[in-house]
Nanobody
């Protein structure tokens, strides 16, 4: 059974940085595109970034492009989201997602709060 376990997150001041990690198990990690999403209170879950099987093939939402970096370490079954120049509007629960053609698996979510 596929499982994703997230770590990282927390409270950071505006302009600061955080790194989220997501470890996959129960599936062939290096064959699956991985996504990051986020959901702020009262808002729908929104897509943030994707990294495809080739680790240099990445895409980003306009709102985070140039500030966030998604990467993966396939031998460690881990995907990362490096978040720089954080803004209060980046505050949300962040989720990693394994994105198969036949469905998805989600991490448990981790809170990121950007506040002074």
């Amino acid at each position: 059974q596929a499982q994703l376990v997230q770590s990282g997150g927390g409270l950071v001041q505006p302009g600061g940085s955080l790194r989220l990690s997501c470890i996959g198990s129960g599936f062939f990690f290096n064959t699956v595109p991985m996504d990051w999403y986020r959901q702020a209170p009262g808002k729908e879950r929104e897509w943030v970034a994707s990294i495809h099987i080739g680790p240099t093939n990445t895409t980003y939402a306009n709102s985070v492009h140039g500030r966030f970096i998604v990467s993966r370490d396939n031998p460690k079954n881990t995907v990362y989201l490096q978040m720089n120049s954080l803004k209060p509007e980046d505050s949300a629960v962040y989720y990693c997602c394994a994105n198969w053609a036949s469905g998805r698996a989600w991490g448990q979510g981790t809170q990121v709060t950007v506040s002074s």
